[in-house]
């Protein structure tokens, strides 16, 4: 059973950064993407930023760019979430997820609180 476990959530003030991961149980082969969302307090879940494994090509969400990257690290199987300058609005619950044509697996959660 393929599993994803998030870690590295916590509270920063405004304008700080955390670096979150993403850890699989598997080795996924060929091109699979991997994925970070997130889930505010009475908000829908929103996408944050993506990277296709093969490629190393990465999305980001508008309300994300130049604040947020992606990185894989191959041998161990984890993606990460570097995120800088975080405001108020980028608290949530951070999930990762992977797949091919669409996210198939998902982990946990991680809570990022962003407040003064």
């Known amino acids: 059973q393929v599993q994803l476990v998030e870690s590295g959530g916590g509270s920063v003030q405004p ?3 955390l670096r979150l991961a993403c850890a699989t149980s598997t080795r996924f082969l060929g091109d699979y993407v991997m994925g970070w969302f997130r889930q505010a307090p009475g908000k ?5 930023g993506s990277i296709r494994w093969n490629t190393d090509t990465t999305r980001y969400a508008d309300s ?5 990257s992606i990185s894989r690290e191959y041998g161990n199987n984890t993606v990460y979430l570097q995120m800088n300058n975080l405001k108020p609005e980028d608290t949530g619950v951070y999930h990762c997820a992977a797949g091919y044509s669409s996210y198939d697996y998902w982990g946990q959660g991680t809570q990022v609180t962003v407040s003064s």
Do not use: I, L, Y
């Open 15 to 17: 304008g700080g950064s």
């Open 44 to 48: 829908a879940r929103e996408f944050v």
């Open 64 to 68: 994300v760019k130049g604040r947020f």
